[in-house]
């Protein structure tokens, strides 16, 4: 048997913990950068308090959402907050051009946050869209890279694109 001091016993210990981590840690998810997985608008935590797109304003008064100013037919404010704070999104392996202008822009500003998230809405490239009686959408959140994929009714919904 072998005689270790309780120092040296500690210091096996040691080691025998950090080849365990070492071998338990995923090392696959290390290398997979091209596409990230589907994530959530806003984040799950996180409590939406308005969100800005061009001069209509979605704002929570008196326990209920309101587009301000009011006068857009056809827009439910519920579901456009809700469209905000659970859509799910779908990341491309695109990457946005220089060239790209934005159809639509949005300020979202969250509880606690001091600084709004701005999220850009691109029309889909017409080499990516092979069907041209469906338009998609990409979004880019400001100073972030990642694109993710929207629907028409999507955009619709959360930009007020017509």
Request: glycine share 4%.
């Amino acid at each position: 048997m072998l005689k270790l001091s309780r120092r040296n016993w500690n210091n096996v210990l040691i080691f025998l913990v950090l080849i365990l981590m070492y071998s338990l840690y995923d090392w696959s998810g290390s290398n997979t950068a091209s596409v990230a997985e589907p994530t959530q608008l806003v984040p799950e935590q996180a409590q939406l308090l308005s969100v800005s797109v061009g001069n209509q304003r979605l704002v929570q008064a008196a326990g209920q959402w309101q587009l301000q100013p009011v006068g857009r037919a056809g827009v439910n404010a519920q579901q456009m907050a809700s469209a905000w704070q659970y859509s799910i999104l779908q990341p491309v392996s695109l990457q946005a051009q220089q060239s790209w202008v934005p159809v639509a822009q949005a300020s979202v500003q969250l509880v606690g946050e001091l600084t709004p998230q701005i999220w850009l809405l691109y029309p889909e490239p017409a080499e990516q869209n092979a069907s041209v009686t469906q338009q998609k959408y990409l979004l880019q959140q400001v100073g972030q890279s990642q694109l993710y994929q929207l629907s028409a009714a999507q955009a619709r919904l959360l930009f007020l694109v017509e």
